[in-house]
Nanobody, 120 residues
């Protein structure tokens, strides 16, 4: 599956953004979807993932971020509220055929990333 993420930008602390990840190619509904992020000088880290009936979040984004998907539009979203400077990173969406949501290596398809910058 091919993925394209967009929706990043510059926002002030406390602001909101919604990232979108559009999929094309094979059956989108059969994939588990995840969002990861990579800040400058840091390793890529798990943010959130979704499968049928289940979502999971990294602890620092719980209560602030919401992952969802629209099967008909073949799109997964990441609604980010109450953003903090430490949320600044390039955000990547990814697709997996197995449910190991926090494991980077479990995802076989990745989008190109979209930059989120949160100013203090």
């Amino acid at each position: 599956v091919q993925l394209q993420a967009f929706g990043g930008g510059l926002v002030q602390t406390g602001g909101s953004l919604r990232l979108s990840c559009a999929a094309s190619g094979r059956s989108f509904s059969s994939y588990n979807m995840g969002w990861f992020r990579q800040a400058p000088g840091k390793e890529r880290e798990f943010v959130a993932a979704i499968t049928w009936g289940t979502t999971i979040y990294e602890d620092s984004v719980k209560g602030r971020f919401t992952i969802s998907r629209d099967i008909a539009k073949m799109t997964v979203y990441l609604q980010m509220n109450n953003l903090k400077p430490e949320d600044t990173a390039v955000y990547h969406c990814a697709a997996s055929t197995v449910w190991k949501p926090t494991i980077t290596q479990a995802y076989g398809d990745w989008g190109q990333g979209t930059l989120v910058t949160v100013s203090s």
